[in-house]
């Protein structure tokens, strides 16, 4: 008898947290590569083509497609990343790289972001292959390497060296997205419909360099302190976009609870773990994080320089960047450090209907609500193909599991039922959409 999907999506998972991918954002980590060839011989061994392909030196991805009945429909794309940011070993209660399971728990670096999506996606793929299953449309199974730096190496490199891959595609999934979190006493799944965009801005500020015995009124130190704290402590308006609306009104819903725009946190507050996670979402936000400037004591340096990272909500992108401006005011120069899209689609449609239907097969009558990710995916590179992306790796937790708060945290987690049920949520998905 072949193996089926949740027979082997715990060992999978395992196997690729043992596999070290730390992404440290400057290419000193052990790259993915290691992890890709582990992938590539579970994708060969189930019978189908796996492309195994490097940007750099140990920064590899691999992508495969299995061919869907009906040639007229268009492809999807199922894709996770390999890298995971890295874990000091000491803050955690295991080793982060051992995949140890405890408790019906698999612990390690990427349980929860994102190697249990991956091993979820895999053990899919597998049964499929080996039972001779064929979607309906071209399914692109991708796994990129460093998504935890922005993906400039992997799915952002794809796309610009590799885009024939994803001929044909018009819609993706992948992580931060589909997992259960309790609202109102109801298990709830929070689908990922929206991202927000990322502004990492420069602030150049310039002055009369001199003697730090005179006396300057034109002291460039003195402009740019104005600025980042201006900056830092402005109070960007509460905005509703239509995903956070629609997201508001379904909390209500659960909750009887109101939004009230003047006090958000009346209606957090019922989202338990998860209010963090969706908090950030009913702004722009705009935070001072490095600051250069000077370089003896008693010199004034003729200019300074300080680091915001900027998050924007769908379409705001000008917008944000004005307010900085002029909150930044005369003598002071704001760039694009980095730029990336916010993104933005419609709780509607053929592959929306088919998510909900898939997790609701399996966990009959649960909600799903629409959500915005603060942070980002490789659904930005993706975007630029003209894939719409949604945030889909589904998971019924435990309550009392703080799964947002695993993310880059420590003691990560993931049950082993929580695996087998998005195994069967997404098997549903990809055999039948
Ligand atoms: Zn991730």
């Known amino acids: 008898m072949s193996i089926r999907a949740e027979d082997e999506v715990a060992r999978i998972c395992r196997d690729l947290i043992r596999i070290d991918t730390s992404n440290y954002g400057d290419g000193s980590g052990p790259g993915e590569r290691e992890a890709a060839e582990y992938v590539a011989a579970l994708i060969e061994e189930a019978g189908l083509e796996a492309d195994v392909f490097e940007s750099a030196p ?4 691999v992508v495969t497609r299995m061919a869907g009945t009906d040639s007229s429909l268009p492809a999807l794309v199922v894709h996770g990343h390999l890298d995971v940011v ?8 295991v080793d982060p790289f051992s995949g140890e399971e405890l408790d019906g728990l698999i612990w390690g670096r990427g349980a929860v972001d994102m190697k249990d999506m991956d091993a979820m996606i895999l053990a899919v793929m597998r049964e499929m292959a080996r039972t001779g299953t064929r979607p309906r449309r071209d399914i692109i199974f991708a796994f990129f390497a460093d998504e935890e730096a922005g993906g400039t190496y992997g799915a952002g490199w794809a796309v610009e060296n590799r885009p024939e891959l994803f001929e044909g595609a018009r819609e993706a999934i992948s992580e931060v997205g589909g997992f259960s979190a309790t609202i109102g006493g109801r298990r709830t799944y929070l689908l990922q419909t929206a991202e927000k965009g990322i502004s990492w801005l420069r602030l150049k500020a310039h002055g009369r360099a001199g003697h730090g015995s005179q006396i300057n ?3 460039a130190v003195t402009r740019l302190a104005g600025a980042v704290s201006r900056i830092g402590s402005y109070e960007w308006p509460i905005e509703l976009t239509d995903t956070t609306r629609a997201f508001l009104d379904g909390v209500t819903e659960l909750t ?7 006090n958000p946190e009346k209606l957090l507050a019922e989202l338990g773990t998860v209010a ?3 908090g950030a979402t009913l702004q722009n936000t705009a935070n001072p994080t490095l600051l250069e400037a000077g370089y003896k004591h008693n010199v004034i340096p003729g200019t300074a320089e300080a680091f915001i990272d900027a998050r924007t909500l769908p379409g705001q992108e000008e917008q944000l960047l004005e307010i900085v401006k002029s909150l930044a005011g005369e003598g002071i120069d704001v760039s694009y450090e980095h730029k990336d899209v916010s993104l933005e689609v419609p709780f ?3 592959l929306v209907d088919s998510m909900v239907a898939a997790l609701q097969a399996e966990d ?3 909600p799903v609500l629409p959500y915005t990710l603060s942070g980002g995916t490789d659904n930005k590179s993706l975007s630029r193909l003209g894939i719409t992306g949604y945030g889909f790796a589904p998971l019924r937790l435990p309550e009392d ?8 945290g420590v003691d990560e987690r993931v049950p082993v039922e929580s695996l087998k049920f998005g195994t069967r949520v997404l098997g549903r998905l990809l055999r039948g959409y």
């Open 58 to 61: 140990g920064r590899a991805s």
């Open 86 to 93: 890295p874990a000091q070993k000491q803050d955690w209660s």
């Open 217 to 219: 009124t034109d002291n």
């Open 256 to 262: 009887g609870v109101e939004f009230d725009p003047e």
């Open 276 to 278: 963090r996670f969706v």
């Open 348 to 350: 509607t449609g053929n």
């Open 364 to 366: 009959p009558g649960a």
């Open 401 to 408: 599991l703080d799964f947002t708060g695993m993310f880059h």
